[in-house]
């Protein structure tokens, strides 16, 4: 018979989010007059509709499809040139940034492109993570062979984890050796927590001193408030040496459904070889993702175009603040109640801390089963996230109010 990639058998029970369904289909099923209550504030899906500027963009372009003369088949598999010139113009020199439109790359989503970097680094990396941390990153990590087995509490051999928690005030510590690739994600998911320039320039001289490569998530700089905190790690001089960022439209724009992001690789990067010979990382991307990417659809990259419009980017700042304020209910509700929260000023998470030391599934239970409300655990983020709990700002502004009514009734 075919042999089966055996990485994929170290795999914890389950992706997270998915196990969350379950246990909430199990929920309704066995109770069917509940079923309808249920709130989710669990994965962030965004809620309210696409920036009207984006749709009519969207439609324009689709329009464009429907005549010869402007009919468009396979596009750039990097991002058309609008796109990317757009990135650059907005999102990188506009904050001083030293970023050129050739080293973004256009692609359907931060997700997928945090776990296929790992295409173009050797398996025998060091690879040191936030623990709690985006779960993405630790599967693909096992997956492509990179990790031992995991032990009792889910960390797995081979991965360096740095745990972030009340304790230390959420800030990691850097690693005491040598490590090669390292994730860090700001504003963070799941804490809600953010990085100063200070923190961010202790990780890049790291980077500089152990020719280590940081792996960027920045997909909710978007929601940054403060206007101390960095929205790129590209803002810190020498970053562009050490480090790879990862954006998204997901989640400011409200394009989860449309699907479209962008990575951005430096021309200065550089690797080794396994023989010591330094070669330069853009070129591997740029092969990777050529070969096994086709590029985002063609109306989708004019939608994500018209979100640095005048209008499109007044709309997505109201629906920004609109996420930010159903935050900012989260908190104050929570707080009310005796919860110890963290997060949720400069990103859509809220992280608190389980009462009455319960652990994280313990506490999503009594809430669905107690308020019918559905959160994430934060054990399934990692060990260190164990006696903590996310909830995410993303819903209606009606739910959200109901939820901090029922969080009063079942935990007050």
Known sequence: MVQVNDNFLKLKAGYLFPEIARRVNAFCEANPDAASRVIKLGIGDVTEPLPPAIVEAIHKATDELAERGSFRGYGPEQGYDFLRNAICDNDYKARGCDVSADEIFVSDGSKCDSGNILDIFGSNNTVAITDPVYPVYVDTNVMTGR?????????????????????????????????????????????????????????????????????????????????????????????????????????????????????????????????????DIHPLWNRRHCTKFNGVSYPIQRGAAAAYSEAGKQQIGELVSFYMENARLLREGLTKVGIQVYGGVNAPYVWLKTPGGATSWDFFDTLLEKGNLVGTPGSGFGAAGEGYFRLSAFNSRANVEEAVERFTQSLG
Request: with cysteine; charged share 25%.
């Open 147 to 279: 990790t031992g087995e995991a032990d009792d509490d889910g960390r797995y051999a081979g991965l360096v984890y740095i745990p972030v928690t009340a304790e230390n005030d959420f800030s990691p510590a850097l690693p005491e050796g040598k490590v090669d690739l390292i994730y860090l994600c700001y504003p963070n998911n799941p804490t809600g927590t953010v990085a100063s320039k200070e923190t961010l320039k202790q990780w890049v001289d790291y980077a500089k001193a152990n020719d280590s490569i940081i792996l960027y998530d920045a997909a909710y700089e978007a929601f940054i408030t403060d206007p101390e905190i960095p929205h790129s790690i590209y803002e810190i001089e020498g970053a562009r040496d050490v480090a790879i960022e990862f954006r998204s439209f997901s989640k400011n724009a409200g394009f989860t459904g449309t699907r479209c992001a962008f990575t951005v690789v430096p021309k200065s990067l550089k690797g080794t070889t396994p023989g010591g010979e330094t070669v």
